[in-house]
C-alpha cells in the first residue's frame, strides 16, 4: 500500500516535560484560574492586565534557555521531514517548541491556536513578533496606538486560524497521530471522529483522553517515550 497521507495533532501534553504546564493537568491553573476564565475575548475585555499577565508569564517560560524542544518534538520533526506523502502537523500549542524543533519545515506546521511569539493589533490589524511583556499601554509598533494590542491567540469563542487547510488536509488523510491532548476542546477534538473508517487513527498520551474509545489504536505513557518509539517503528516500516 502506498504511503498515507499523514495529519499528527499535538497539545500541551508533548511540552509537558519541555517544562510547560498543561491546561488542564496538576499546576494547570493560573492564579487560581481556570483557562476558560482567562483565555476569552470576554476576559480581556472585562481585565486586560489580567489577561496580558497570563500570556506574559508563558511567554517568560519560552525565554528561559532550560525550556526547550525534547525527544517528542525532535521525533516529529524528523517523521514530518522523512514522510513520503503529504504531512501535516497541527499543533493547538501557542508555545514555540515545534518551530525550534523544525526550522526547515515550517510550511508543514500550522499552529491552530497562534502563537505566544506574536501580536496583534486590535486597530490596525497589524501582526508582529513578539518577545516580551506586553501591557495595556504598549504602543503598537505599526500605528502606534495604544490599548489595542492582544496576543494572537485563538481564545474560547474564537474561530482556530488554517481551517480551510485543515479541512482539506482532513479529507485525504489516512493516517491520524494525536498527541498529548485531552480531547476536550473543539474542533481539534472533533478531529478523530471525521476520520473514523477512513483513516488509522492513533493516540499517543499520557493516559487515555476523553475520546481515547475513537481511536483505532493507543499508547499511554510519557511523550518522550512513547512519540520516538512509535515514530521509528513507523519510519523503519516505511518502503
Ligand atoms: N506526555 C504525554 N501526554 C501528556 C503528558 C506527557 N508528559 N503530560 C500530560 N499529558 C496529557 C494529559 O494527560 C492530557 O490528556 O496531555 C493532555 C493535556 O491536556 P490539556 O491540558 O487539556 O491540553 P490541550 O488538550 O492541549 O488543550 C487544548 O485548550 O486551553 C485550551 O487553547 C488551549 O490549546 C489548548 C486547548
Known sequence: MAN???IILTGAGISAESGLATFRGHGGLWAGHKVEDVATPQAFA???EMVHGFYNARRAQLRDPAVQPNPAHHALARLVAAWPAPALLVTQNVDDLHHRAMPDQLDRLLPMHGSLR???CTRCSQVADWEDDLATD???????NTG????DIVWFGEMPMGMDRIEAALEQCRLFLSIGTSGLVYPAAGFVAALSGVART??????PSA???LFDEAHHGPATEV????VDALLASLR
Open 4 to 6: 498515507p497521507p499523514l
Open 46 to 48: 472585562r481585565d486586560p
Open 118 to 120: 506574536r501580536i496583534r
Open 138 to 144: 504598549t504602543p503598537c509598533p505599526g500605528c502606534g
Open 148 to 151: 489595542g494590542l492582544r496576543p
Open 202 to 207: 492513533v493516540e499517543l498520551n499520557l493516559e
Open 211 to 213: 475520546g481515547s474509545h
Open 227 to 230: 512519540v520516538p518509539r512509535f
